[in-house]
């Protein structure tokens, strides 16, 4: 042991000194790596959060002008658009004859008259204007009437295709002006309407209950006396969808007329009352179509009495492309 003590006793604390100073070059080592990994981690981190600036900021020399009015116009600009658009599909999806235009774009017949609509709002002057409208359309009919109601062949049949569609009323108005012309003019009922005012004979009670073929000779006499005794005779048999009567009718009568209400859908029942216009030998006058608004009249007639304003007058300029 003494000689062991002499001989490596004084290597360990040498061995000691190494082995503090390896310890103290792995703890700097250590901390040179942290640092390290540290300093890759804020050169990564600093790199996404790289700020480009394209358009330096810039201090304006004057007060930018407010946008508020150009925003509240062009706002308001692309309401008016989109309610014009409405109207305008609106328009080209209505399938309702309202002008004689679209009357005679859906039908092969000819248009004898229109009649309009007496408007509710305006003034004296207007309202009469209007009547003025009305009795030249009444008159042209009654005067059509009376040049083909000659001789024997004085029977006129007005009708329509379904339903009440203003026969009578259209009656009486011609009534009233072949009576100023003197002529004696008897309007025969011989529907199924229930309650009709201003009829000279009803045979109303010879047609109900299927008694047309019952009573088809006392109506055939009855009606060769009318026409002996009037110069116009006007039937108003009923519709057109009621197939058996009216062509008991129309082989009696000489002329027909068709009535056609404004506002309704042309229908099946419309063209085949055509097709069976057009089989038929009997004279066909025309159509009348009634209850047209005013304004809707333009095409048919061509001045109206309508105040225009000054944005209706250039809009109907740009339309038909005459802008003197």
Not at 38 to 44: G, I, P, Q, R, V
Not at 216 to 229: A, P, S, Y
């Amino acid at each position: 042991m003494n000689l062991y003590s002499k001989r490596f006793a004084p290597f360990e604390s040498t061995i000691g000194a190494y082995e503090q100073e390896i310890n103290t070059a792995n703890n700097v080592y250590l901390t040179l790596l942290n640092k390290l990994s540290l300093t890759e981690s804020m050169e990564y981190g600093s790199g996404e959060n790289v700020i480009e600036v394209i358009d330096p900021p810039q201090r304006p020399g004057k007060p930018q002008p407010s946008k508020r009015i150009l925003m509240i116009a062009s706002g308001g600009l692309a309401v008016f658009v989109l309610i014009a658009a409405f109207f305008i599909i609106i328009h080209l999806l209505d399938a309702s004859v309202s002008t004689v235009e679209k009357l005679e774009s859906y039908s092969v017949l000819p248009v004898l008259a229109s009649i309009p609509q007496q408007p509710e709002k305006g003034t004296v002057e207007m309202k009469e204007a209007w009547a003025s409208v009305e009795n030249q359309q009444w008159m042209q009919l009654a005067q059509l009437i009376l040049n083909r109601c000659q001789g024997d062949e004085n029977v006129v049949l007005l009708t329509a295709a379904f339903g009440e569609q203003g026969q009578h009323a259209m009656a009486l108005q011609i009534q009233k002006f072949l009576k100023e012309a003197n002529l004696r003019v008897a309007i025969v009922i011989a529907n199924r309407a229930e309650e009709v005012l201003g009829f000279d004979v009803d045979m109303r009670p010879w047609i109900r209950h299927d008694g047309l073929m019952v009573n088809r000779e006392r109506i055939i006499t009855e009606l060769k006396k009318l026409k002996k005794e009037n110069d116009v005779v006007i039937v108003l048999p009923a519709a057109m969808d009621q197939t058996a009567e009216l062509n008991f009718w129309m082989g009696e009568a000489n002329h027909l007329v068709l009535a056609f209400q404004a506002n309704r859908v042309f229908t099946k029942m419309d063209k085949r009352a055509e097709a069976c216009i057009q089989k038929s030998p009997i004279s066909f006058l025309g159509t009348i179509l009634t209850g047209v608004k005013p304004e809707f009249m333009e095409d048919f007639l061509g001045g109206l009495p309508v105040r225009k304003s000054a944005l209706r007058r250039w809009t109907k300029k740009i339309i038909t492309r005459n802008l003197r």
